[in-house]
T-cell receptor, first 111, second 113 residues
Framework: GAGVSQSPSNKVTEKGKDVELRCDPISGHTALYWYRQSLGQGLEFLIYFQGNSAPDKSGLPSDRFSAERTGGSVSTLTIQRTQQEDSAVYLC?????????FGPGTRLTVT | GNSVTQMEGPVTLSEEAFLTINCTYTATGYPSLFWYVQYPGEGLQLLLKATKADDKGSNKGFEATYRKETTSFHLEKGSVQVSDSAVYFCALSKPYNFNKFYFGSGTKLNVKP
């Protein structure tokens, strides 16, 4: 069974551009999470999807950030009008009961 | 609210030294507790977990015991190796907020030969 995959692995973009980051969770996992990890920092929770429930968006830092999950599987995190402070590693995780599995992350660099 | 507090790093030890990384939590009810490890250049992976009070999670020589009376889940290893150098994250999940996870800020461990 494949693990959580994310694409792209690296993304360099110019300030002001929009970016889309993709996450493919483990098949059958109903919960999906996005986190941000800045250099040398801990995990910053962004958004959480659980089944068909409304997502928990409480961690999104601004309205430039949004995420969707189509068909209860693949998720896309979109950052509009990127800023340099958005540079970080964006981690996706999916979970079964009582355990999260992380993807390798997307390293975003805004120049 | 729910939160996890870890000791600040970095922690620097010599090979074969004893390791303790402290973790305490705040939660109502009976959370599950986890330690995740992030090796340099890699993603997070589960190291060990405990789902109820007095449970001991163990893996790769690491251990942590779920102590409800002290709301703690300290990570220990009797003899660290250079290959244990990584960042360690303590986390909890709330059983009635299914799968909502809360992470500590991480503790970097450097083991010197």
């Amino acid at each position: 069974g494949a693990g959580v995959s994310q694409s792209p692995s690296n993304k360099v973009t110019e300030k002001g551009k929009d970016v889309e980051l993709r996450c493919d969770p483990i098949s059958g996992h109903t919960a999906l999470y996005w986190y941000r990890q800045s250099l040398g920092q801990g995990l910053e929770f962004l958004i959480y999807f659980q089944g068909n429930s409304a997502p928990d968006k409480s961690g999104l830092p601004s309205d430039r950030f949004s995420a969707e999950r189509t068909g209860g599987s693949v998720s896309t995190l979109t950052i509009q009008r990127t800023q340099q402070e958005d540079s970080a590693v964006y981690l996706c995780a999916s979970s079964s009961v009582h355990e999260q599995y992380f993807g390798p992350g997307t390293r975003l660099t805004v120049t | 609210g729910n939160s996890v507090t870890q000791m600040e790093g970095p922690v620097t030890l010599s090979e074969e030294a004893f390791l303790t990384i402290n973790c305490t939590y705040t939660a109502t009810g009976y959370p599950s507790l986890f330690w995740y490890v992030q090796y340099p250049g890699e993603g997070l992976q589960l190291l060990l977990k405990a789902t109820k009070a007095d449970d001991k999670g163990s893996n790769k020589g690491f251990e942590a015991t779920y102590r409800k009376e002290t709301t703690s889940f300290h990570l220990e290893k009797g003899s660290v190796q250079v290959s244990d150098s990584a960042v360690y994250f303590c986390a909890l999940s709330k059983p009635y907020n299914f799968n909502k996870f809360y992470f500590g800020s991480g503790t970097k461990l450097n083991v010197k030969p």
